[in-house]
């Protein structure tokens, strides 16, 4: 998943982390800080399919544009594109994409941010961004359809695996959402095969989206209705985005 951000130029001074735990603070320790976005990976459920019904019976399909927007969605049009569509959602919002062209590190000597450039301005994510910008969710999702960029890039990315990719019209039961933190410090939950983003609640100045906060009302939000709804689907696994460790 790295490999596929950075190609299309977000710098590699970021990667993603395996998190082993939402609970055990000495596990939580190992990832390195601030995380910028997380990818829940888990498998679909009959209590997810109900639930998202549910929840997306009473919202409006997002017709949201331009600059203003707190967020950049993306609806999924690509057939088994989900882990694609969670990892462009994680890099094109949040602190991600609020640093375009910006330099910053961090810094654990002084526990803050200094600087470095984290997408470079002429990269295809950067460039992807700023036509995607203007453009309504069809629009947007036409354009991701039809980017030589992101193709090559993804093709590149998978034949780097050990598992082939599957085909569009291949039953895939893994599904990707991502969760980043907007300037405006709301949680968004953001996913391609929804009507549209969702915001999941307010967090404090200086939190990031592996604090306990986010973690309840994003992550963890999926197990407790797992668990809820008695023999759902308890397997999942959590990436999140930060600075690199090499």
Not at 32 to 37: S, Y
Not at 52 to 74: I, N, Q
Not at 187 to 210: C, I
Request: net charge negative.
């Amino acid at each position: 998943m790295s490999s596929l951000v950075h190609k299309l130029g977000l710098s590699s001074e970021l990667s993603w982390h395996d998190v082993y735990s939402l609970d055990d603070p000495s596990l939580l320790d190992f990832v390195p800080r601030p995380a910028h976005a997380l990818l829940l990976v888990f498998p679909v459920s009959s209590a997810y399919q109900t639930a998202r019904k549910d929840e997306d019976s009473s919202l409006p399909d997002y017709a949201g544009t331009g600059s203003e927007e707190e967020v950049l969605w993306f609806k999924q049009t690509i057939g088994n594109a989900c882990g694609l569509m969670g990892l462009l959602h994680a890099v094109c919002n949040g602190m991600t994409r609020d640093l375009i062209g910006i330099a910053f590190c961090w810094s654990s000597h002084k526990n803050c941010l200094a600087y470095f450039f984290d997408i470079a301005t002429s990269t295809p994510l950067a460039k992807l961004i700023a036509s995607a910008l203007p453009l309504d969710p069809p629009s947007r999702a036409k354009l991701l359809e039809t980017s030589d960029d992101l193709a090559s890039a993804h093709a590149s990315a998978a034949a780097e695996g050990d598992t082939a990719a599957p085909a569009a019209e291949e039953r895939v039961d893994l599904h990707y959402v991502a969760f980043v933190k907007s300037a405006n410090n709301n949680l968004w939950e953001l996913d391609g095969s929804r009507k549209g983003p969702l915001n999941r609640g307010k967090l404090d100045d200086g939190e990031d989206v592996l604090g306990e906060k986010a973690l309840e009302l994003g992550p963890k939000r999926f197990l407790k209705r797992e668990e809820e709804a008695g023999g759902g689907e308890m397997r999942f696994s959590i990436l999140a985005l930060g600075p690199s460790l090499e």
